[in-house]
């Protein structure tokens, strides 16, 4: 009974944030995609046999399709602000297209554990669902709860396939997830280029 509740309770903050715009943060486009990498570098069997190694690629594959499936919808909001390192504020909104392809992949997850041989009930599948929420809801919980290796190679491609795609749609969202001393460095030498071209014309 609590898993239902929780999962209500979880499910509409998750599903409300979908149709919200929300910033585009250095955390949810590079901080979290390098630790996925990382622990699917570590999870992944190094001494896997040639249908292991197949699989693997398969569902790379389609976690890259899922990722750009995911981007299709997104709506993308730039009004001209900048924070105090001079860095745009990006905002997006998810849309259907993102939550489909959560879906598809937390069934994807769920279709390994059973080809893995692990029996699911209701409440297996209730606690799975839970623990994705609060995954996608806490990074703390993301980075410390353990993840079999098929899921991180899940979330890297599709996170990769969905993020390559809408950086295409706007490329202004690489300068809103610069590091702050390297977007410094960037405004100092417009700056300087900018007042270079000023004594340039006044000389002619």
Same mark, same amino acid.
């Given at each position: 009974?609590? &898993?239902? !509740?929780?999962?209500?309770?979880?499910?509409?903050?998750? #599903? %409300?944030?979908?149709?919200?715009?929300? *910033?585009?943060? @250095?955390?949810?486009?590079?901080?979290?995609?390098?630790?996925?990498?990382?622990?699917?570098?570590?999870?992944?069997?190094?001494?896997?046999?040639?249908?292991?190694?197949?699989?693997?690629?398969?569902?790379?594959?389609?976690? &890259?399709? !899922?990722?750009?499936?995911?981007?299709?919808?997104?709506? #993308? %909001?730039?009004?001209?602000?900048?924070? *105090?390192?001079? @860095?745009?504020?990006?905002?997006?909104?998810?849309?259907?297209?993102?939550?489909?392809?959560?879906?598809?992949?937390?069934?994807?997850?769920?279709?390994?554990?059973?080809?893995?041989?692990?029996?699911?009930?209701?409440?297996? &599948?209730?606690?799975?669902?839970?623990?994705?929420?609060?995954?996608?809801?806490?990074?703390?919980?993301?980075?410390?709860?353990?993840?079999?290796?098929?899921?991180?190679?899940?979330?890297?491609?599709?996170?990769?396939?969905?993020?390559?795609?809408?950086?295409?749609?706007?490329?202004?969202?690489?300068?809103?997830?610069?590091?702050?001393?390297?977007?410094?460095?960037?405004?100092?030498?417009?700056?300087?280029?900018?007042?270079?071209?000023?004594?340039?014309?006044?000389?002619?």
């Amino acid at each position: 009974m609590w &898993l239902i !509740i929780l999962l209500i309770l979880l499910l509409r903050p998750f #599903i %409300k944030g979908t149709f919200e715009y929300e *910033k585009i943060t @250095r955390k949810e486009m590079v901080i979290l995609p390098i630790y996925s990498f990382i622990m699917m570098i570590v999870s992944i069997n190094t001494h896997m046999n040639w249908q292991d190694i197949l699989l693997t690629l398969l569902l790379f594959a389609l976690g &890259l399709f !899922i990722g750009w499936l995911q981007a299709r919808g997104v709506n #993308i %909001k730039d009004d001209g602000k900048s924070d *105090k390192y001079g @860095r745009p504020i990006i905002k997006i909104r998810r849309n259907w297209t993102y939550l489909v392809g959560w879906i598809f992949i937390f069934a994807l997850n769920i279709g390994m554990q059973i080809y893995f041989g692990k029996h699911l009930d209701v409440e297996d &599948l209730s606690s799975d669902l839970v623990i994705d929420l609060l995954k996608d809801a806490s990074s703390v919980f993301f980075i410390f709860w353990q993840s079999e290796w098929f899921v991180w190679v899940l979330t890297v491609a599709s996170t990769l396939g969905y993020r390559i795609s809408i950086i295409r749609k706007d490329p202004r969202i690489k300068e809103a997830v610069q590091i702050k001393e390297k977007r410094k460095q960037v405004i100092t030498q417009k700056k300087m280029n900018k007042m270079a071209k000023q004594i340039s014309e006044k000389d002619k």
